[in-house]
């Protein structure tokens, strides 16, 4: 199931967050970058991309590739190494790439995709294509000169772009309180005039709305604008790192989790029925023993392919 | 390139004019981005009339933003333009090897083949007065990259051939000038024309020695060839052009005939390019007669009596030419 109905966007979050517990069950993949409690952000701004446009991640990629809606099998592959990811297993999880999906792709230097996406966004203005580029960083990017001057060149060009902060509050173990000196990361657009907007990132209704809003103005020609969503990981940084954050914080966000969340609203708003719902978790069961078997069934790249794709 | 073929003296700054605006003029995909690349027509004159040809939005003055800029032009080659991006001194290249390293140079790679980034970093090295943070020749850095390419021209032949085959490259490349080869001038090829990434090309015959140089240290090394010449050492210039990937049958070749090796670049040598070639062609040969001539481990002022004493010169080359063929 596709699309941006309420009950699409409640799938994805929940194939995301089945995708992401059954990955902590394995070893085998070195470390992975969990987008668990911050997948209403991915969903809920893919919810307003279409076909033409491009996204761009950090390394937390696994939330914004499956929301881009790569197929969750290649997913995997790529993330175990396999050959039958989209990058051939080369990427993994911090390069993730499906261009021709409209996801250009992850990059896992902090920041590092900012400037790339200025330039996707210059391509399509300059090419005349329809479509907008769609950039999601953490806040952590924020602390980085490439902010600066994306949102610089970005404004003085009018590019097509969207910048998306994912502020999950902490860069591994530091606080963004503690090392960035704006309040609202949204402020930092300000002195641009680039449009600027923050929301809470835990409620993807209010995601997909605000993106649909500034792609609608994007896409108008009236320029870039950015997007902070509030969130929180529910994991550690990463699956090899360890949890230094407040356990009664930690507990408190998790009951805003933006999957109970939608449940809880389509359940009271009466959409979603029990059998319904059971249905769906059934349907995602299914989705990630598939996309498990696939990629434990795909094969590794052979040795030679070191040398291939190179220069 | 036969020596027959019709020409046009031009000085190296047109050169690469004319390259670019013959590249413009193929493929609306082409771009140029820098600081004063507009209707100023770059730092040494070497984009005029580019902006008044093509205008505003191909010919794209940019703010001071290094970084930013060459991850801009990277993601623009990702998704379709063929930029150049121009970066004023080679020294503000270190603001940009983020984009240009991590990104760029492995896109080709990471994606398993899906992106590349067909990018051309231009940018002048080399000292001539401008100091400690304007002097730097850094190529020899560049040539451990995976993916990456670079070549330096010594010539305005070799600008406008180099220029043009780089448009023709699948990934990203760094071509360097210098800043002491703008007021040169040569003769280019009337019809268009390229010259290969990873073709050396030998300037003088000699059977005593190779000695392998490029961008503006060839001058330096054809001069002292000729003034060792007089003392009956027969030197073989090698002008490297693209220092990644290197031409490396070309330098066995001659090396193989002169038996001794001499490498002159205006950087450091410490992990320099002489280093590499003599570490590659010692791999392919067995053991060689071989000196490293480079500029002294200092920076570069700007003070004149103290820069010239930093880089090499005739002298220089001359004595470390002499002194490694009397030792036997």
């Not at chain 1, 396999?82 to 999880?93: E, L, N, Q, T, V």
């Not at chain 1, 809470?200 to 995601?207: E, I, K, P, T, Y």
């Not at chain 1, 509030?230 to 090899?240: E, G, L, N, Q, V």
Request: glycine letters at 10%; one cysteine or more.
């Amino acid at each position: 199931m596709r699309g941006s109905s309420e009950r699409a966007l409640l799938r994805t979050m929940m194939l995301i967050r089945g995708f992401e517990e059954e990955l902590q069950r394995r070893r085998d993949h070195g470390f992975q970058l969990l987008s668990s409690g911050e997948e209403a952000v991915a969903v809920g701004l893919c919810a307003a991309l279409i076909g033409d446009d491009q996204l761009l991640c950090s390394g937390r990629s696994i939330g914004p590739a499956l929301a881009r809606g790569l197929d969750p099998g290649e997913v995997m592959a790529e993330l175990l190494g396999k050959a039958a990811g989209p990058c051939r297993g080369k990427g993994g999880r911090g390069h993730m790439a499906a261009p021709a999906l409209g996801f250009f792709g992850a990059h896992a230097v902090v920041g590092g995709n900012l400037t790339i996406a200025a330039g996707a966004a210059l391509a399509m203005q300059q090419q005349k294509r329809p479509g907008l580029v769609a950039c999601i960083f953490g806040d952590g990017a924020c602390g980085s000169g490439a902010l600066h001057e994306t949102l610089n060149m970005a404004a003085i060009w009018q590019l097509p772009l969207l910048l998306v902060c994912d502020n999950n509050q902490y860069s591994v173990s530091t606080p963004a309180i503690q090392v960035l000196a704006p309040r609202r990361l949204a402020s930092l657009a300000s002195p641009f005039g680039i449009p600027s907007r923050t929301v809470d990132g835990m409620d993807v209704l209010a995601v997909r709305q605000a993106a649909r809003e500034v792609a609608t103005a994007i896409r108008s020609g009236k320029g870039p604008a950015f997007l902070e969503c509030i969130s929180y990981r529910f994991s550690t940084h990463s699956t090899a790192t360890r949890e230094t954050r407040p356990i009664l914080e930690l507990e408190e966000w998790k009951t805003r989790c933006p999957i109970l969340r939608l449940t809880s609203h389509l359940t009271e708003e009466g959409s979603l029925s029990d059998d319904t719902r059971k249905q769906l978790a059934a349907d995602v069961a299914k989705t990630i023993d598939g996309a498990i078997a696939f990629a434990d069934a795909a094969l590794w790249p052979e040795p030679r392919e070191a040398l291939t794709d190179v220069v | 390139m036969s020596s027959e073929a019709p020409s046009i003296r031009l000085f190296f700054r047109q050169a690469i004019a004319r390259a670019l605006a013959e590249e413009m003029q193929l493929d609306p995909n082409v771009i140029v981005l820098g600081q004063d690349v507009g209707s100023f027509g770059g730092s040494y004159k070497e984009f005029a009339g580019l902006y008044e040809q093509f205008g505003p939005e191909r010919v794209r003055d940019t703010p001071v933003s290094e970084s930013g800029i060459i991850g801009l032009g990277v993601g623009a080659a990702a998704a379709g333009l063929r930029p150049l991006v121009s970066i004023t001194y080679m020294d503000f290249l270190m603001l940009g090897f983020d984009p240009l390293i991590n990104y760029g140079a492995k896109l080709r790679y990471k994606t398993g083949g899906q992106l590349r980034a067909p990018i051309i970093v231009k940018t002048t090295a080399g000292a001539k007065g401008q100091g400690v943070a304007h002097s730097q020749c850094i190529e020899s850095w560049l040539m451990s990259v995976p993916g990456l390419k670079v070549v330096a021209p010594s010539n305005p032949t070799d600008a406008y051939g180099l220029i043009k085959s780089a448009f023709r490259e699948e990934g990203p490349v760094v071509y360097i000038d210098h800043k002491r080869l703008f007021p040169t001038a040569g003769d280019v090829p009337i019809h268009e024309t390229a010259v290969p990434i990873g073709e050396a090309i030998i300037r003088r015959t000699g059977h005593d020695i190779t000695l392998v140089s490029h961008s503006y240290m060839i001058r330096v090394a054809l001069e002292a060839a000729q003034l060792l010449a007089k003392d009956n050492i027969s030197c073989e210039v090698i002008d490297l052009r693209s220092l990644a990937p290197l031409d490396i049958e070309c330098l066995s070749a001659s090396v193989a005939r002169t038996a001794a090796l001499a490498t002159l670049e205006e950087g450091q040598i410490t992990c320099g390019v002489g280093a590499e070639i003599i570490a590659r062609l010692q791999e392919k040969l067995g053991p060689l007669k071989a000196v490293r001539i480079g500029a002294l481990a200092a920076p570069v002022s700007s003070n004149p009596v103290l820069e010239a004493a930093c880089l090499p010169d005739i002298a220089r080359v001359c004595s470390a030419i002499r002194l490694l063929l009397q030792s036997g």
